[in-house]
């Protein structure tokens, strides 16, 4: 099959696992021979990234849904010739439509929605995803199934295609080597986390379940960055878990951080597709504790794959960690029953498959 020009756009200033699927995807359709463009924000951590990732990216006043913003994406879809751009955020998704209203040939549009947040019903919205998208991507079954039941959307124009995950950057490490790599101390017993500090992430509530835990052994490992981060900061402070609590930032390889936990936890209380920080962890081999928000029970099953609480209840969420903490055999058990369930299913060629089928579709639907 011919190599596809493929453009990308990201409006949002922030970082994430959105973002980092971006530059994931882009980069694994370069390999793959395509052309490949991101088209990103001023300003935006992700232009900033981009680089790392060999990603070709161009800085565009499309942070906001101005003028300016169609303008310059009109430029460039003009010059690029692109066959189809995916776009990933609202306010570039409006901005990238109404920019191929006036581009000549313009090309198809894909419209990935990564979180489980409602899509709004009105007359506008819905010429967005059913006249102006030629294809919607949803990164699990529940938000497809939202969309199609509360959207409208015509199901065969709705793809439901779970971030891949590298499976040969997981679970290679050794928890003693990852340990004594990352200054982390032997004999502890250490629960961690993997997200942006945000509140729909659930830290406040983890911080919370940390607390109850009676283990002296006990250790936090926060790795990520965010909004939340003073105020988490004074949370834990106020509870007195400073020693027992270790704020690592942002990581560019989080690998060594998750093969170095007993327990990852993922309290999340919103916006979830699948989460890439709970594959991850799967993939690297380490039992998990999580919620049921959004697309997370497509992979997360209580007492087969992970154990699982109600959303926001920090008493639930003490109790599991526990329960893992002191039943190694219990976290072995659901730990490879995890690993194999999703490494057939979440890797990333996988996901590169399903999205060059999409974007053909798409292209082979404006032939028709």
């Not at 001023?42 to 060999?54: H, K």
């Not at 793809?159 to 997981?170: E, L, M, N, Q, V």
């Not at 003693?176 to 509140?199: H, K, N, Q, W």
């Not at 959004?294 to 920090?314: C, H, K, Q, R, Y």
């Amino acid at each position: 099959m011919p190599a596809l020009s493929i453009a990308h756009t990201e409006a949002s200033l922030g970082w994430g696992g959105q973002e980092i699927r971006i530059l994931t995807e882009a980069r694994g359709f370069l390999d793959r021979g395509h052309r490949v463009s991101l088209y990103a924000a001023t300003g935006s951590r992700i232009a900033d990234e981009a680089p790392g990732y060999g990603v070709p990216c161009t800085a565009l006043p499309i942070g906001r849904k101005r003028p300016a913003g169609v303008l310059a994406l009109a430029r460039a879809f003009r010059a690029a010739r692109h066959d189809v751009v995916n776009t990933h955020s609202s306010t570039d998704s409006w901005l990238a439509a109404l920019a191929c209203r006036i581009v000549r040939d313009p090309p198809v549009i894909v419209r990935t929605r990564h979180v489980s947040v409602p899509v709004p019903n009105d007359r506008a919205t819905r010429w967005l995803y059913g006249k102006a998208t030629s294809r919607v991507v949803t990164t699990g079954e529940a938000l497809r199934d939202r969309l199609v039941r509360d959207n409208g959307l015509d199901p065969a124009r709705v793809d439901s295609i779970p971030t891949g995950i590298d499976a040969a950057r997981f679970g290679a490490i050794a928890r003693d080597e990852a340990r004594r790599t990352l200054g982390l101390p032997a004999d502890a017993r250490i629960v961690g986390i993997v997200a942006t500090l945000r509140s729909w992430k659930g830290h406040r509530h983890l911080v919370d379940a940390f607390a109850r835990l009676d283990d002296p052994r006990a250790l936090l490992v926060i790795v990520g960055d965010g909004p939340q981060r003073e105020a988490l900061g004074r949370h834990v402070a106020a509870l007195g878990l400073g020693p027992r609590v270790r704020f690592a930032g942002q990581q560019r390889d989080v690998a060594p951080w998750l093969a170095a936990l007993d327990v990852f936890a993922l309290p999340s209380t919103a916006n979830e597709g699948v989460p890439q920080a709970l594959l991850q962890a799967m993939f690297a081999g380490v039992p998990c504790v999580t919620t049921t928000v959004g697309a997370i029970p497509e992979i997360a099953s209580d007492g087969d794959t992970a154990l699982v609480v109600p959303a926001g209840d920090a008493a639930a969420l003490a109790d599991a960690i526990g329960r893992l903490l002191a039943n190694p055999s219990l976290g072995a058990r659901l730990a490879t029953a995890a690993r194999a369930f999703v490494l057939p299913r979440f890797g990333l060629d996988t996901m590169l498959d399903r999205m060059e089928a999409a974007f053909r579709r798409a292209i082979e639907g404006r032939r028709k």
